[in-house]
């Protein structure tokens, strides 16, 4: 073998020590022993290469140099004519394999020298991303180790509250007299929200009137038949359809988050081309649909004859929007262009409901219910997400518009901010946090909810949601509190008075109450949830199959059926054949716009999509432009027209 592929067969070792590897697929990222001493031998055999080229440079050297002399001393001998053409063409070739030579030694003495002069730098280099990497592992286990400790400690604290999903009328106790006083057993304290921060509730009994210096008394009367009461506030009775109860299991498929992840930091996540394993099999449109499981909240509502108490209902619905996200990590398929999701149930649930996606970039989705019970939700919703590194920020923009037919109530909200965690190391988790202002723009009442941001060291109840609700002159009527996982409780006021100054010269206000009054409480998750992506009832019931549907429709998506199957490499494949064809719908749109205007206004003009069942118009109440549905929809069902809808399956 010649000296140059020997080098280069000694360099590929050390070059596949030293490359990162980019495929993504590998699973333990620590370096055992092995591969260390692998480097180190090597290095060394490396070492041992060079003297061994030094050597060989030497000795070609020397005895090209021998044959030179050996060559000179035959040209002067006197020889035959014949022989000398001979040994002349004999010179020629060894003048040719001298002029050879002397190159090979050059470029060999270049290769050594460079070899040499940087063979150091190489070993140092080396050695410091050893170190790192080391030291990195080190800090990652010790985090890990750290994480789990805090979660124990957290868990077993003696000021932890057993159970997360009590209600706040018997979390965080603070009484001002001693834990033996006999007047505050039954007087509670919590966290206010004037100024974002604080107010203090206090307990009272049924019908006990109290006045305090300052204070405000209200009516304190709770009639046996009031709206708020617990009891009918789910539906009853069984569905008249059958439907699905379960789902195929999640494949056990495992995939290096991070190795994806890393090259997403600071970028939207909605640009970012995703396999199917971050996904559920589910689109955003049906996530967006999910919002009305606990419908029979406004079906409840549709019957107050006070606003106030209307907008309790009205607040508990708006954060039981959330209790399913609790343990959905994975990621819902971006729609696309064009896609619609409708959710035909007149019969069991009394509403009807369609999604359709309207823009791609940035992804925005519009909606729109109809109750026979008499109230119907619209809303554009359009997801803003970005990776940080440490945490997925996930941010829902538009608002939220909910009129009742018979009052003309009309109430406006936007959703709070979901954080990600733990994308690096630990057990994913999701957080609700952020303020939610719901306004009823005919009354002028509000509702000022607080989700607070969990804490390993915070004595609160874990997820927890605090508000209260006043009229239009800012008076407080009710006291809302519980978990966006778990439920919500309201408590009506009967007498307000500010506290004393705390040191840093705030003043909270103390809230004296009725008993809290179940509004909302979780329904429980199906039996296997864990395996079925943790889909509520409602959930495993959006992607079956059904007839009649418009073929935009996310139940006829091939990709997210197929990992709903379980096929998830097929699930790629086809996932990657509908965005391609997509990129080529939107390239067409641009080309048809270029015709009539210049380049830069036909690619405005591409990126405008005319929605097939909503418009464009702008909102009197907002004052934003928004789309809401213009009809149509239905009836093109009834019939089974659907001509008009776009190929995008």
Known sequence: MGIVPRVRQMLQPLSDCCLPDDSGDDEDGTASP??????????????????????????????????????????????????????????ERATLFRITSNAMINACRDFLELAETHSRKWQRALQYEQEQRVHLEETIEQLAKQHNSLERAFRSAPGRAANPTKSFSEGSLLTTKGEDSEEDEDTEYFDAMEDSTSFITVITEPKEDRKAEGGTTGSVEWTSDNVLDSTSLVPQGPPKVKRRVRIPDKPNYSLNLWSIMK?????????????????????????????????????KAVHCTSSVEQMCLVAAFSVSSYSTTVHRIAKPFNPMLGETFELDRLDDMGLRSLCEQVSHHPPSAAHYVFSKHGWSLWQEITISSKFRGKYLSIMPLGAIHLEFQASGNHYVWRKSTSTVHNIIVGKLWIDQTGDVEIVNHKTKDRCQLKFLPYSYFSKEVARKVTGVVSDSQGKAHYVLSGSWDEQMECAKIVQSSPSSPSLDGKQKTVYQTLPAKLMWKKYPLPDNAENMYYFSELALTLNEHEEGVAPTDSRLRPDQRLMEKGHWDEANTEKQRLEEKQRVNRRRRLEACSRGCGAEEAEKE???????????????????????????????KEKQDWHMCPNIF
């Open 34 to 91: 092995a591969d260390k001493s692998e480097l180190h031998d090597t290095i060394k055999k490396l070492s041992l290469k060079l003297d061994d080229l030094s050597t060989c440079n030497e000795l070609v050297a020397k005895h090209g140099v021998a044959l030179q002399r050996s060559l000179s001393e035959l040209d002067g001998l006197r020889i035959p004519c014949e022989s000398g053409e001979k040994l002349k063409a004999v010179s």
């Open 263 to 299: 090259n997403c930091i600071g970028r939207e996540l909605s640009k970012i081309p995703m396999p199917v394993n971050f996904n559920e099999p589910l689109s955003m449109l049906q996530r967006l649909t999910e919002d009305l499981e606990y419908h029979h909240l406004l079906d």
């Open 606 to 636: 591409a990126e405008v999509y005319v929605p097939l069942w909503f418009e464009k118009r702008l909102d009197p109440v907002t004052g934003e432009t928004a789309c809401v549905y213009k009809g149509g929809y239905w009836e093109a």
